[in-house]
Protein backbone atom coordinates (compact mmCIF):
# COMPACT_ATOMS: atom_id res chain seq x y z
CA UNK A 1 0.00 0.00 0.00
CA UNK A 2 2.68 2.23 0.77
CA UNK A 3 4.61 1.67 -1.96
CA UNK A 4 1.33 2.15 -4.35
CA UNK A 5 0.74 5.78 -2.18
CA UNK A 6 4.50 6.60 -3.43
CA UNK A 7 3.77 6.17 -6.96
CA UNK A 8 0.41 7.33 -7.18
CA UNK A 9 1.59 10.69 -5.57
CA UNK A 10 4.66 10.61 -8.18
CA UNK A 11 2.71 9.83 -11.48
CA UNK A 12 0.23 12.29 -10.56
CA UNK A 13 2.73 15.05 -9.97
CA UNK A 14 4.93 14.08 -12.80
CA UNK A 15 1.83 13.66 -15.15
CA UNK A 16 2.02 15.18 -18.60
CA UNK A 17 -1.59 16.31 -17.53
CA UNK A 18 0.22 19.17 -14.80
CA UNK A 19 2.68 20.03 -18.30
CA UNK A 20 5.78 20.60 -15.43
CA UNK A 21 3.67 22.49 -12.57
CA UNK A 22 5.32 25.65 -14.28
CA UNK A 23 4.14 28.69 -12.11
CA UNK A 24 1.20 30.41 -12.74
CA UNK A 25 -0.40 28.19 -14.43
CA UNK A 26 -3.77 26.00 -13.82
CA UNK A 27 -1.55 22.67 -13.61
CA UNK A 28 0.58 24.26 -11.17
CA UNK A 29 -2.51 25.07 -9.13
CA UNK A 30 -3.84 21.73 -9.33
CA UNK A 31 -0.38 20.43 -8.09
CA UNK A 32 -0.61 22.78 -4.91
CA UNK A 33 -4.13 21.50 -4.37
CA UNK A 34 -3.38 18.25 -4.89
CA UNK A 35 -0.45 18.58 -2.17
CA UNK A 36 -2.27 20.47 0.06
CA UNK A 37 -5.58 17.95 0.30
CA UNK A 38 -2.89 14.86 1.13
CA UNK A 39 -1.29 16.84 4.10
CA UNK A 40 -4.55 17.57 5.43
CA UNK A 41 -5.41 13.84 5.32
CA UNK A 42 -2.60 13.08 6.80
CA UNK A 43 -3.78 15.38 9.96
CA UNK A 44 -1.28 18.35 9.02
CA UNK A 45 -2.60 21.84 9.41
CA UNK A 46 -1.38 23.76 6.07
CA UNK A 47 -1.28 26.88 5.46
CA UNK A 48 -0.33 28.82 2.38
CA UNK A 49 2.61 32.01 2.16
CA UNK A 50 1.43 33.76 -1.08
CA UNK A 51 4.19 35.95 -2.35
CA UNK A 52 4.97 38.00 -5.89
CA UNK A 53 4.16 34.80 -8.06
CA UNK A 54 4.47 32.37 -6.09
CA UNK A 55 2.82 30.31 -3.48
CA UNK A 56 4.45 28.14 -0.68
CA UNK A 57 2.55 25.82 1.50
CA UNK A 58 4.19 24.88 5.02
CA UNK A 59 2.55 23.45 8.61
CA UNK A 60 2.71 21.59 11.20
CA UNK A 61 2.39 17.75 11.65
CA UNK A 62 1.78 17.82 15.71
CA UNK A 63 1.49 14.97 18.08
CA UNK A 64 -1.32 12.72 18.67
CA UNK A 65 -2.04 13.84 22.15
CA UNK A 66 -0.62 16.70 22.25
CA UNK A 67 -0.67 19.94 20.38
CA UNK A 68 1.79 22.44 21.85
CA UNK A 69 5.16 22.81 21.33
CA UNK A 70 7.28 24.68 18.51
CA UNK A 71 8.64 22.66 16.03
CA UNK A 72 12.54 22.45 15.70
CA UNK A 73 12.32 20.01 12.61
CA UNK A 74 11.51 21.11 9.05
CA UNK A 75 11.03 18.63 6.57
CA UNK A 76 10.56 20.70 2.89
CA UNK A 77 10.89 20.09 -0.88
CA UNK A 78 9.75 21.85 -3.79
CA UNK A 79 6.46 21.56 -5.96
CA UNK A 80 7.45 23.99 -9.54
CA UNK A 81 9.26 22.80 -12.04
CA UNK A 82 9.94 24.12 -15.86
CA UNK A 83 7.56 23.39 -18.87
CA UNK A 84 9.18 21.88 -22.11
CA UNK A 85 12.17 20.13 -22.52
CA UNK A 86 14.41 20.79 -25.32
CA UNK A 87 14.61 17.54 -26.69
CA UNK A 88 13.76 14.00 -24.89
CA UNK A 89 15.15 10.74 -26.49
CA UNK A 90 12.22 7.88 -26.77
CA UNK A 91 9.72 10.36 -24.65
CA UNK A 92 6.33 10.20 -26.46
CA UNK A 93 5.96 14.43 -25.08
CA UNK A 94 8.22 17.08 -24.59
CA UNK A 95 7.04 17.66 -21.67
CA UNK A 96 9.54 18.56 -18.48
CA UNK A 97 7.57 16.04 -16.32
CA UNK A 98 9.95 16.42 -13.21
CA UNK A 99 9.84 13.30 -11.61
CA UNK A 100 12.81 13.44 -10.10
CA UNK A 101 12.84 16.92 -9.85
CA UNK A 102 11.13 17.44 -7.72
CA UNK A 103 7.84 14.99 -7.53
CA UNK A 104 9.72 12.30 -5.83
CA UNK A 105 10.75 14.28 -2.76
CA UNK A 106 7.55 15.88 -2.40
CA UNK A 107 5.80 12.03 -2.35
CA UNK A 108 8.79 11.24 0.29
CA UNK A 109 7.86 14.37 2.47
CA UNK A 110 4.11 13.28 2.11
CA UNK A 111 5.65 9.47 3.48
CA UNK A 112 7.65 10.58 5.81
CA UNK A 113 5.03 12.73 7.43
CA UNK A 114 2.68 9.68 7.39
CA UNK A 115 5.13 8.04 8.88
CA UNK A 116 5.64 10.11 11.54
CA UNK A 117 2.18 10.53 12.31
CA UNK A 118 1.26 9.00 15.69
CA UNK A 119 5.02 8.19 16.59
CA UNK A 120 6.14 11.78 17.78
CA UNK A 121 6.55 13.42 20.70
CA UNK A 122 7.58 17.21 19.33
CA UNK A 123 5.76 18.86 16.49
CA UNK A 124 7.57 18.71 13.45
CA UNK A 125 7.02 21.26 10.68
CA UNK A 126 6.97 21.03 6.17
CA UNK A 127 7.46 23.01 3.38
CA UNK A 128 7.11 23.03 -0.19
CA UNK A 129 8.41 25.76 -1.72
CA UNK A 130 7.11 26.98 -5.12
CA UNK A 131 9.49 29.40 -7.47
CA UNK A 132 12.43 27.41 -6.67
CA UNK A 133 13.43 26.64 -10.23
CA UNK A 134 13.53 30.21 -10.71
CA UNK A 135 16.76 30.55 -7.92
CA UNK A 136 15.20 29.07 -5.05
CA UNK A 137 12.71 32.28 -4.65
CA UNK A 138 10.27 30.47 -2.35
CA UNK A 139 12.42 28.93 0.02
CA UNK A 140 14.73 32.37 0.86
CA UNK A 141 10.82 34.11 0.99
CA UNK A 142 10.01 31.31 3.51
CA UNK A 143 13.12 31.91 6.07
CA UNK A 144 12.94 35.64 5.35
CA UNK A 145 9.70 35.86 6.99
CA UNK A 146 10.71 33.72 10.44
CA UNK A 147 7.59 32.26 10.24
CA UNK A 148 9.26 29.39 12.61
CA UNK A 149 12.04 30.46 14.50
CA UNK A 150 12.68 27.76 16.51
CA UNK A 151 14.08 25.37 13.20
CA UNK A 152 17.34 23.90 14.53
CA UNK A 153 17.45 21.21 11.73
CA UNK A 154 16.05 21.51 8.34
CA UNK A 155 15.99 17.94 5.75
CA UNK A 156 15.28 19.57 2.49
CA UNK A 157 14.67 16.84 -0.07
CA UNK A 158 15.36 17.07 -4.06
CA UNK A 159 16.12 15.07 -7.22
CA UNK A 160 14.81 12.08 -5.27
CA UNK A 161 15.18 9.01 -8.01
CA UNK A 162 17.86 10.35 -10.27
CA UNK A 163 21.41 8.78 -10.34
CA UNK A 164 23.77 12.35 -10.60
CA UNK A 165 26.57 10.47 -9.62
CA UNK A 166 27.52 8.24 -12.52
CA UNK A 167 29.83 5.14 -10.71
CA UNK A 168 27.94 5.83 -7.64
CA UNK A 169 24.80 3.75 -8.31
CA UNK A 170 25.26 1.14 -5.40
CA UNK A 171 25.32 4.54 -3.16
CA UNK A 172 22.15 4.54 -1.22
CA UNK A 173 22.23 8.62 -0.48
CA UNK A 174 24.67 11.51 -0.73
CA UNK A 175 23.87 14.67 0.83
CA UNK A 176 24.75 18.08 -0.46
CA UNK A 177 25.50 16.99 -4.66
CA UNK A 178 23.38 19.91 -6.45
CA UNK A 179 24.48 22.83 -4.20
CA UNK A 180 26.10 23.41 -1.02
CA UNK A 181 28.24 20.50 -0.76
CA UNK A 182 31.31 21.72 0.70
CA UNK A 183 29.75 23.86 2.92
CA UNK A 184 27.18 20.51 4.56
CA UNK A 185 30.84 18.74 4.75
CA UNK A 186 32.34 21.78 7.09
CA UNK A 187 29.17 21.90 8.98
CA UNK A 188 29.63 17.80 9.40
CA UNK A 189 32.66 18.10 10.56
CA UNK A 190 32.12 20.71 12.72
CA UNK A 191 29.48 19.60 14.18
CA UNK A 192 30.91 16.39 14.74
Known amino acids: KECRELQDTLKFLSSDRLLGRIPGTPE ?27 VNLWGVLYPTSNRSGKPEVLIS ?5 IDHCNSKRGA ?17 LLNALE ?8 PVAFAVFDLEEEGLIGSKYFVNAKIL ?6 LNMDIIGLNTFSGMEN ?13 LVKDLEAAS
Do not use: W
Open 28 to 54: HTEARKYIAKKLSAIGADVFEQKFPDG
Open 77 to 81: AHYDH
Open 92 to 108: NSSVCNGAADNSGAVAA
Open 115 to 122: KLKGNIKK
Open 149 to 154: PNIKLN
Open 171 to 183: VHLTMGGETGGKN
